[in-house]
């Protein structure tokens, strides 16, 4: 879907949609109001929850003083399991990164990090869940912008590794989360 990218900022966003133009894969861009909250940017493009990724920058400890950054994408109605990154690489630990590391390496600004990296220090991790849709929705670097992407296409393109990197949800289990008040439960 060529659009005209001198509209656009020398930025990551058209970074991105100049490699999907060059790419010649099939998208489609959803224009909307501004947001950076999964739940409610996906109401707004209109697709399920699911099909949302939802991206993360993880910093990953590897010893003393040592550490990588990972971009965690994972499905939007899931919660990333840090557990599970750590030891997918042999990490002590591993928490969110500060919330500057994580928009310098990512180049996006909080609520808009795209399931792509551009930079040699931020390594790409699929959760295998979300591969599983045909089509993902994710903001294109900017929070009144979204891009729909094949499935395919993206793993085409992004060349994540993918593994587990979460439980499924409770929601999808055994219906909406509820608060049930003390003295009602078992």
């Known amino acids: 879907m060529p659009r005209d990218l001198d509209l656009l900022p020398p930025d990551t966003s058209h970074r991105l949609l100049s490699l999907l133009d060059d790419a010649r894969v099939p998208y489609r861009l959803v224009p909307h109001a501004p947001e950076g909250r999964t739940e409610l940017a996906s109401e707004?493009?209109?697709?399920?929850?699911?099909?949302?990724?939802?991206?993360?920058?993880?910093?990953?400890?590897?010893?003393?003083?040592?550490?990588?950054?990972?971009?965690?994408?994972?499905?939007?109605?899931?919660?990333?399991?840090?557990?599970?990154?750590?030891?997918?690489?042999?990490?002590?630990?591993?928490?969110?990164?500060?919330?500057?590391?994580?928009?310098r390496l990512s180049g996006c600004v909080s609520g808009c990090v795209v399931p792509f990296t551009f930079h040699p220090d931020l390594e790409l991790v699929v959760d295998t869940a979300l591969l599983d849709n045909d089509w993902i929705y994710f903001n294109a670097a900017r929070l009144d912008l979204s891009i729909a992407l094949p499935v395919p296409a993206y793993v085409t393109l992004a060349r994540p590794r993918t593994a587990p990197l979460t439980a499924p949800p409770l929601a999808g289990v055994l219906g909406p989360a509820v608060d049930v008040p003390r003295e009602q439960r078992p």
Do not use: I
Not at 53 to 58: I, Q, W, Y
């Open 44 to 103: 707004l493009r209109g697709h399920p929850l699911d099909q949302a990724a939802k991206c993360l920058v993880v910093r990953v400890s590897t010893g003393r003083r040592s550490r990588r950054y990972v971009l965690a994408v994972v499905p939007g109605d899931r919660r990333l399991d840090m557990t599970r990154v750590r030891e997918l690489y042999d990490g002590t630990d591993a928490a969110f990164a500060a919330r500057e590391v994580a928009e």
